[in-house]
């Protein structure tokens, strides 16, 4: 069964507005200025977040996909991609107390082109690089949902 969205697309489709089929994933950029490549990060189960520093929300979450990282060492990594125009300003919201999770910057445009209509945006892969799901709002990583969430990516 297809889901149809607003004006018949495929409520699943991410269309980009300058050219027609799906918008690529938007290009990650580490804190020492090396892309990371997504098929570098196959065999672990991931977690690319969208942030921003002026995003209340998006910050308190972070603490616990730290918690989340941490306790799953080794399984799962999880990316934590300011979407801030200063990188300044996500490295200092970010902090120096997050030892599990990987600073990451990515443009906002990019993200919005691939769906996000608010901050946070998480899209959670599994260990084959597949998409198992877009979480749109903040959620506590350590919780329920969060758990069933990450059961598919086994």
């Known amino acids: 069964m297809t889901l149809l969205g607003v004006g018949g697309v495929s409520a ?16 990650l950029v580490a804190d020492k ?8 990060l196959r065999g672990h189960a991931v977690i690319v977040n969208f942030w921003a520093s002026w995003c209340v929300p998006c910050r308190a979450e972070l603490a616990s996909l730290e918690r ?26 970010f902090g120096n107390t997050r030892p599990h999770l990987r ?5 906002l445009a990019a993200v919005q082109n691939y769906g996000a209509l608010g901050m946070p945006y998480s899209v959670i892969l599994d260990a084959k690089g597949a998409e198992v799901q877009r979480v749109t709002r903040s959620i506590d990583w350590t919780g329920p949902e969060a758990t069933k969430i990450l059961a598919r990516t086994q």
């Open 33 to 40: 200025g090396r892309t990371i490549k997504l098929q570098s």
């Open 103 to 107: 600073l990451a910057f990515a443009s």
């Open 68 to 93: 989340l990282a941490a306790a799953r060492t080794g399984k799962l990594i999880v990316i934590a991609a300011s979407v801030d125009e200063d990188s300044r300003m996500g490295k200092a919201a």
């Open 12 to 27: 699943n489709a991410r269309l980009r507005p300058d050219r027609a089929g799906p918008a690529a994933f938007p290009a």
